[in-house]
């Protein structure tokens, strides 16, 4: 075990390794995403309430999914870095970072223009709403943080300490449609209980959400492999590295 | 199918503009994350390899960082 993390916080290892893995990610992503695409917005049947809007679904909760879990993963990541020294969890929180971001702003966006039609409203106060722009803007801190400093490690401090006391947010996003009843509906996935929607429905919600987690973990892994280019480009397996890369 | 015909599908019930958004905001971040990491390695790689036919051509043995391989 000991071995097999020594192993991992080495960056040449995570390099090889990276690269044996990624195409499996990125075909996951592509094949999940692409059939759960078609299947969503041309296959699945019209809600009876909502009518067509609610094929938003299939982009609003697989995105709001993921930027939830990349806050975690990344604060997870910023608690290895702390604790351990592990240069390797830094360099995959730093590009976790603006893909979370992204989502956020995914998520937020699509819900937003879902609410027109069906709330009759782009954006209200409610809890949950707020949470989210919340998790947004402690992206842009933990982004805009890491550029601050003159020294890298100062920066990457920086950004791990917001990223460690910015994860509360999440059980707040989490609980915020059960603790304040407002406009937001509660969960559609629930770990135990039904899923209160048919198969033809769900069915494709499903694959969408695990091709969104296949692209983050494809592009962590491709992006943390630019970041160890990055910064350790003074190494002589780097540089040798650089000879037969196109 | 849930559509009768093509421009059926496109109007998406009269919801057209918010699907659609939602959609193209959505593909247009994740095909923009993907082309971004990919001319990031490809820039990565460029300047790796200028630099080091740089030092080739002056000659001089750069410093070397002595934690190689950790």
Request: no cysteine; aromatic share 14%.
């Given at each position: 075990?000991?071995?097999?993390?020594?192993?991992?916080?080495?960056?040449?290892?995570?390099?090889?390794?990276?690269?044996?893995?990624?195409?499996?990610?990125?075909?996951?992503?592509?094949?999940?995403?692409?059939?759960?695409?078609?299947?969503?917005?041309?296959?699945?049947?019209?809600?009876?309430?909502?009518?067509?809007?609610?094929?938003?679904?299939?982009?609003?909760?697989?995105?709001?999914?993921?930027?939830?879990?990349?806050?975690?993963?990344?604060?997870?990541?910023?608690?290895?870095?702390?604790?351990?020294?592990?240069?390797?969890?830094?360099?995959?929180?730093?590009?976790?970072?603006?893909?979370?971001?992204?989502?956020?702003?995914?998520?937020?966006?699509?819900?937003?223009?879902?609410?027109?039609?069906?709330?009759?409203?782009?954006?209200?106060?409610?809890?949950?709403?707020?949470?989210?722009?919340?998790?947004?803007?402690?992206?842009?801190?933990?982004?805009?943080?890491?550029?601050?400093?003159?020294?890298?490690?100062?920066?990457?401090?920086?950004?791990?300490?917001?990223?460690?006391?910015?994860?509360?947010?999440?059980?707040?996003?989490?609980?915020?449609?059960?603790?304040?009843?407002?406009?937001?509906?509660?969960?559609?996935?629930?770990?135990?209980?039904?899923?209160?929607?048919?198969?033809?429905?769900?069915?494709?919600?499903?694959?969408?959400?695990?091709?969104?987690?296949?692209?983050?973990?494809?592009?962590?892994?491709?992006?943390?492999?630019?970041?160890?280019?990055?910064?350790?480009?003074?190494?002589?397996?780097?540089?040798?590295?650089?000879?037969?890369?196109? | 199918?849930?559509?009768?015909?093509?421009?059926?599908?496109?109007?998406?019930?009269?919801?057209?503009?918010?699907?659609w958004s939602a959609w193209a905001m959505t593909a247009l971040l994740l095909l923009g994350s993907v082309v971004h990491a990919r001319v990031e390695r490809r820039q990565l790689i460029r300047d790796l390899q200028r630099r080091e036919r740089r030092e080739r051509r002056v000659g001089s043995e750069p410093a070397r960082?002595?934690?190689?391989?950790?």
């Amino acid at each position: 075990m000991w071995a097999f993390i020594n192993k991992l916080r080495s960056p040449r290892w995570f390099y090889a390794i990276s690269a044996r893995l990624q195409p499996y990610f990125w075909v996951a992503a592509t094949a999940l995403i692409l059939v759960g695409t078609v299947w969503g917005l041309a296959f699945a049947p019209a809600d009876y309430q909502q009518g067509n809007s609610f094929r938003i679904i299939y982009v609003h909760v697989p995105a709001a999914f993921l930027a939830q879990s990349i806050f975690v993963s990344m604060a997870v990541a910023a608690v290895v870095f702390m604790v351990w020294k592990i240069k390797i969890a830094d360099m995959a929180a730093a590009v976790m970072a603006p893909l979370g971001a992204a989502m956020t702003f995914i998520a937020l966006f699509s819900g937003a223009v879902w609410g027109v039609p069906t709330w009759g409203t782009w954006w209200m106060w409610d809890a949950r709403l707020t949470s989210m722009l919340i998790l947004l803007f402690l992206y842009f801190g933990v982004i805009a943080l890491r550029g601050a400093f003159a020294s890298r490690d100062s920066g990457s401090r920086a950004a791990s300490v917001l990223a460690m006391v910015g994860v509360i947010n999440i059980p707040i996003i989490k609980y915020s449609v059960e603790w304040w009843h407002t406009l937001h509906q509660p969960a559609t996935f629930t770990v135990t209980g039904r899923v209160a929607m048919p198969l033809e429905m769900w069915a494709p919600l499903l694959l969408m959400v695990l091709g969104f987690y296949s692209f983050f973990i494809a592009l962590t892994l491709m992006r943390t492999r630019n970041e160890i280019l990055r910064r350790e480009s003074r190494k002589r397996w780097v540089r040798d590295l650089a000879g037969g890369e196109h | 199918m849930a559509f009768v015909s093509l421009q059926d599908f496109f109007a998406m019930g009269g919801h057209a503009p918010y699907v659609w958004s939602a959609w193209a905001m959505t593909a247009l971040l994740l095909l923009g994350s993907v082309v971004h990491a990919r001319v990031e390695r490809r820039q990565l790689i460029r300047d790796l390899q200028r630099r080091e036919r740089r030092e080739r051509r002056v000659g001089s043995e750069p410093a070397r960082n002595l934690a190689d391989d950790t």
